[in-house]
């Protein structure tokens, strides 16, 4: 075991962590995303919700600093399911790391696309929908 570590972040997702570079993104999908279809990396981390795995990922994992690094699925047109997730997600992006500035949102169907190349898709149990995020991941300095 390790200090200072979240728990949930397994051994295989922490290596994955590790070895990806400056400029690579991950995908934290909720339970309806298309995971296992999209990934190049998969994660299965069944039973937990995007948050506490956004929370953990942001103790070890630092944004990039230069462009955009957080990214949502926008909801699609007419659709008017509430999203107060992602008022979670924001606090806890503030309060995980300096160099998040807000989230970008990204159509729905481009952001499949934009999964489909990402470094790591962790497929979570999250209920909420449109509960999806995208992060890349910038340089650790000091």
């Known amino acids: 075991m390790l200090k200072n570590i979240p728990s949930i972040l397994s051994p ?8 990806m570079g400056h400029g690579d993104e991950l995908v934290i999908g909720d339970g309806n995303f298309p995971a296992a279809s999209c990934a190049q990396r998969l994660i299965r981390l069944d039973g937990l919700g995007v948050p506490e795995v956004l929370e953990a990922i942001l103790k070890v994992f630092p944004l990039d600093r230069f462009e955009a690094n957080a990214f949502l699925m926008e909801k699609m047109a007419g659709d008017d399911v509430p999203t107060p997730i992602w008022e979670t997600y924001k606090r806890l992006a503030q309060a995980g790391d300096p160099n998040y500035v807000g989230f970008d949102m990204i159509e729905r169907f481009a952001f499949y696309e934009r999964a489909k190349k990402a470094y790591v898709i962790i497929a979570t149990s999250e209920q909420a929908l449109y509960a999806n995020i995208i992060l890349k991941k910038g340089v650790v300095t000091g």
Do not use: V
Not at 12 to 17: D, G, Q
């Open 12 to 19: 295989e997702l922490l290596k994955i962590l590790q070895e």
